[in-house]
Structures are given as C-alpha cells and as structure tokens.
C-alpha cells in the first residue's frame, strides 16, 4: 500500500466511499473509517499501518499545499472578511 488509492481501494472493499468534497477531509474521514475497521479486527495490524502511513502523509502534502496558498494570497481567509481593527 503506497498511494491514498490503495487506501480508496481498501476502504472500498469494505464497502466504503468517501468524498466529502475537500481533499483534507477525505483524507481524515478515511483515517476514520480505517480506525473502525481496525478496531473491529477486520483488517490486520500490517495493513492497518501502512494505510495510516499513507494517510498521514498525504495529510502532511494537503496541509503543505493549504499553507502556500494562503502564503501566495497573503493570508487571505477563504473569502471570509477578516477584521483588522
């Protein structure tokens, strides 16, 4: 398991699609749903690691990616009006 779509793909197997819309929570509502499934012993410790590694990184890449943006648009707040006084 190398890619966030082996993850998909094992998720999938269990019967479980997620997209929410935004990268980031598909990423963590994923890491849920494999914490279920882990805690339930229907995937073993193995398996259950190197998807939360995968997970945790492309976590990482979305958390990095959010943050240049906001560095390019000098912190602007998604549209939100930010008061400055």
Known sequence: ?????????????????????????????MALELDHLHKAQVIDNDTFAKAKLVLVH????????EQEKNDLFGGINDGKKVDRS
């Open 1 to 29: 398991m190398k890619t966030l779509y082996d993850v998909q793909q094992l998720l999938k197997n269990f019967g479980i699609f997620v997209y929410v819309g935004k990268r980031m929570w598909d990423i963590e509502l």
């Open 58 to 65: 492309e976590h990482h890449i979305e958390e990095k990616r």
